[in-house]
């Protein structure tokens, strides 16, 4: 952004995340939160068949292959990928695979445990956040949230389309981050995770497909690479 320049869009978008992420921290609601869903027995929907079965293993899957199909499509595109250069689809599909790996990165480097692994909700872990650099007794590799990011990941679409189809573009970052979101909340109920997990998953992926288009040469999105 060139000095005395407002805020891109982008821009915009990007100090949001953040100050949602950071506000989020700062208000002390990831346990009260949790509460409502669990209990010093557990959480009661953690193996529920539409939590655990549809919106965890099956959305994982359908994210896995929406991710192959942007691969595949960098060469054989169909439907709006068709209209995008071969270098925009490739920076789409290489940003969704980048923002799933800085998400996975961050977790195994975790010390963070999962909600149901804390001694409040049957486990034997000890509440600590997750800025926190010491153990807390559980598994860990909890933080950010992997699953949330399943939808969150997609959101380099909108820096490949919004050069064509502004409108496209907003659309598809709103279809992103609502995905990412209700996997989140989906996780939540099931005590895998808590809200600053997934909030901080939406910000990590972000950075990530901010970082690619910044870094993508401009004649790699106008040309056949």
Known sequence: MRRGSAPSEA??????????????????????????????????????????????????????????????????????????????????????????????????????????ELGEFGGLAQYASHWSLRPDGGAGHCFPAGHAASGFTFVGGYFAFRRSDAQRARAWLVGALAAGLLLGLAQQWRGAHFMSHTLWSAAVCWATACVVDAAWPRRWRLERI
């Open 11 to 116: 821009g915009w978008i990007t100090l949001g995340l953040l100050m949602l992420a950071l506000a989020w921290d700062a208000s002390g609601l990831d346990l009260p939160l949790a509460r409502l869903a669990g209990s010093a027995a557990g959480f009661a929907l953690r193996e529920h068949w539409l939590l655990a079965g549809v919106a965890h293993e099956g959305a994982r899957r359908v994210a896995w292959l929406l991710a192959l199909a942007l691969c595949l499509g960098v060469w054989w595109p169909i439907g709006p990928l068709a209209r995008l250069t071969q270098g925009e689809r490739t920076q789409l599909a290489l940003t969704t695979l980048l923002g799933a790996l800085a998400v996975a990165i961050l977790k195994a480097g975790s010390h963070t445990s999962c909600p149901w």
